[in-house]
C-alpha cells in the first residue's frame, strides 16, 4: 500500500473502512486470519525461551528455499479458503460471479497471487530473484489449474516460461529507468526529505506497478496455458480475476512487509477496499494535463512528454486508450482529428491494460509538436460485449521547452543516450560512435526556442563555456555562474526584445534545429520593387582557436582541453532552462617533418649499389629507414589516453620526377602492416618545442631535443627496374617509377600527417600538415653503371 492508501484516500474511504471493521464478515476474516498465525507465533515463542533447543533446530535443519515456500503454503493455504474468499467480497461482487462452482479456478489461483506478492516483498529483490519467484508463481498457477508443468519442462513450457521472464523484463525495466534518473540526479531529494514529501512509504506504490505491468492479456496465455487461457479467457468474470490477482498480490506484499498485527488489519482493509474498486462501474476522468502544461523531459521516453494523470477502472475493465489532437472546437465524441501517435503506456504495451484509479495513465511525446492548443481524450473499454467505451476529454495550453545541443563542428551528441543526457559525448557518429574532439572554426547546432502561453515566451538565448566537465541541470553542483566565456561574441546573447520585439519574433527567426552560434542582423529585401527591413539570423563558426583562452589552468594549454557548454534560455518570466554539452577541444598543432634516408649525407645522390646486397639479388629485400617526425601533441598532457592522444595518422609518397608517385607501406621491418597498410599510427620523433612556449606566463611540460626517428623501411628495389618486378601489392611500385640500370633521375618524398580533430568539415581538416617536398637524385648504379 502506498502512503494514500494507508491513510484513505478520502473522507468517504475512512467511513467505509470504519465500517469494515465492525462488519461480521470482516471480523471473521480477521479471525481466521489469525488462527492461522496463532500457532506459527506460539511455535517461535517456544523457540524464544528455549534457546538450546533453537540452536540444535537450526544445526539439523539446513538453510532452504523450500522453507518459505513450506511457510506460505502453511498460511494462505489454511487462510483463504471458500468462504474467506467469499466474505471478502463485495455483495455486488457475489451477484456479478454467481455460483462457486464457476469460478473456483480464479480463486485456487488467486490464492497463488497472494504467495507470489508475499515471496516477493518479504526482502529487497533483485531482478533475478524476481524472476525465481515468478517461476514459483507460475508452478502454482499450472498446478492449481489441473495442467502442473512437467520435470524437466517440456518446449512450449520452457518457451512460456521465457515468455514469462521477457515480460517482466518489460515490466521491471520502467522501475529501473526511474530509480536510475533518481540515482543520476539526486540535487531534489534531500529538500523532499526534509519537508516530509519522502518518508517511509516512498517506493511501496512504484513496486506494485511493477505487478500491473506484467499480468496483462498478453502474458495471460504463458501464465495459465495456450488451452487454460482459451478456455477461461471466454468467462464473463474473467476480468475479475485479473483484478482480484492484481488485489491479492498486493495483499501478499503488504503482510510481508507487515510488522504488528495492527499492520495486519490494516492489509486486510485495504485489500477489501481494492475488491470493492473491482466492481464500480466504469470510470473516466483525466485531471492532467491542465491549463498552460509545460513539456519535460522523459527519460523513460526518450524526448520531450506531457503526462496524462486520471482515471480509468471499474467493472469489467479490460483496456483504455489515450488520443490527441489540436483544439478546433469540436464535441469530445466527434472523432476527426484524434490521433495516436507519440502516446506511451506505462510498460510499454499498445494500450493501456491496467485499471488506474488517480494515477499516471501514460504520456504524449510532444517533443516535434509545436505550441498551442491541444485537448486529450481517454476512453475505456470493457470486456462485455456491445458496451459502449467510456470516454471523457480535457484542454490544455502546451508550452514547449526545446532547449538542447545536438551538434558542435559536424559531429553529432552521442545517441543513444541523447543531448538530454549530460554526459552523452560528441561522437563520429550514431550508434555506437566514440568521441571525438572539436577545434578550428565551429558551429554549434541545436534548439533554442521555449513558448508560448500565458505570456510566457522566450525572451533571450546564450551559449557560454565552462572549464572542465562540469554537472548538468538537475545535477549536484550546478551552477550557471560557472560558464564565464561567451561563444556568441562580439554581440552577446540573442534577445528578441524591444527595439521591433514583433520583427525579431519572426518564424524564421526561431532557433529550432539550426545552429545556435547565430546573430540577430537587420537586413533590407527587395519584395516586389519595395524596400523593406527584416530581422534575420546570421549564422557564424566560433573561432575556437583564438577566442578560448589560452592558458587558464594546467589542464587547458594552447585553447585545449576539456569544456562543458552551457546553453541559457530565459523566458519573458525570468525563468531559465538550460543545457549542457562536454566537449574536447583541440588546437593544438601537429608536428611535420621528413628528415631524410638513414645513411644518406644531405645534399647527396643516393647511389643503390652502396645500400644493395651483394650482387643485387632480387629474392631479398633492400632495406634502408626512412625518419622524420610526426608528432601531434597531447590536448592535456597529463592525460596520455584518448582523446588527449588524438594523432590519427601519417603517411609517405615518392614522385618521380615528371612521372608517377608511389605510396609507401608503413613497415617497420618490410614485412609487418597495420590494418591500413600506407598509415604509420603512431607519433614518431619530437619536434623540440611545444606550443606553451609562444604563450607568454604558459609553462609548457618537459620535452626532448628535435630527434627523427623511423617513419617505415623502405624497400629500394622499388628503384630498380629489374627488380621492382618481383615485389607484390603493397609494395609494387606503379608502372614508369623505377630506373633502368645506369639510370638516374629526381625524386621527391614527402609526409603528411593528421590528427582526429573535427571541425565544420568534419575529421582531419583542422590540424593537418604537409612536410617540405624532400628531393634527392636516385642512381641506379647496382651493376657498376652509371649514365647520367
Known sequence: MNKEEKEGSSGETEAVEGTDIHDEDFQFVLREFLSVYQPILEEDLKRAKAPEQLKEEAEKTPVSCDDELALAN?????????????????????????????????????RCCMIFGWLVCRGPRTFRAFAYYLYQYWLCVRQVLGTPVGSPPTAEQRQDFRTLVQALAGAYKPYLTDQLATVEFPAGIPDEVLTGKIDCFEGEEEATAVFERFLTVETAPALLGKEAFAAHSKEPFFWFCRCWCLCAIRFGCCLARARSFIEVLRCLLFYRRCLRECFRPLRCEITKPTGCTEEELNQTVGGLTVTVVGTAAGAFFDHYTLEWRKVEGAACDDDAGWKSDGVVYPGGAATGTSPVVSGLLGW????????????????????QPGVPPQCCCIQFNLFKRLVWIERVGSAPVQTPPGPFVSTAPIVNTNPGGVVVPVGCCVTVKGSAFVGDCNDRRIKCFDLRYGLGFLPGPGEPGFNPADYFGSLLVPTGPVCYTDPDESGK??????????????????????LFGTKIKVWKLQDFCFDSASLLPPCPDLHHHCRSGKYTLLLDVEDTLGTHYYDTQHVWFDNKPIHVEFGGLEGLPGCEDLGLQKFVPAGAPCNVAWPINLLGIAYDEYIDYTDLTYPSDNFDYYSLWITRQ???????????????????????????????????????GCPPPAFPAKFYNLLTKLDLRIFDAVCAASLAAPFAPPAGFALERGKCCGYT?????????????????????????????????VDGRVVK
Do not use: M
Open 505 to 526: 519574433r519572426a518564424p524564421w527567426n526561431q532557433v529550432i534545429g539550426r545552429a545556435l552560434t547565430t546573430r540577430l542582423v537587420q537586413t533590407e529585401i527587395d
Open 749 to 781: 618524398f614527402q609526409l603528411y600527417a593528421q590528427d582526429k580533430t573535427w571541425t565544420d568539415g568534419g575529421p582531419g581538416l583542422c590540424h593537418r600538415k604537409w612536410s617540405l617536398p624532400w628531393a634527392v637524385c636516385i642512381c641506379n648504379d
Open 364 to 383: 504524449i511525446n510532444t517533443t516535434v509538436l509545436a505550441p498551442g492548443s491541444y485537448e486529450v481524450r481517454l476512453c475505456v473499454y470493457s470486456s
Open 74 to 110: 502453511r498460511i494462505f493455504g489454511k487462510f483463504f479458503t471458500e468462504e474467506v474468499a467469499v466474505r471478502l467480497l463485495p455483495t455486488e461482487g457475489r451477484r456479478q460471479l454467481g455460483a462457486i462452482e464457476r469460478w473456483r479456478w480464479c480463486l485456487l489461483h488467486v
Open 658 to 696: 615528371a612521372g608517377p608517385t608511389y605510396t609507401v607501406p608503413i613497415t617497420p621491418d618490410l614485412v609487418t602492416l597495420g590494418p591500413g597498410p600506407f598509415k604509420g599510427t603512431q607519433r614518431v620523433g619530437d619536434p623540440g618545442t611545444r606550443c606553451e612556449t609562444a604563450i607568454p
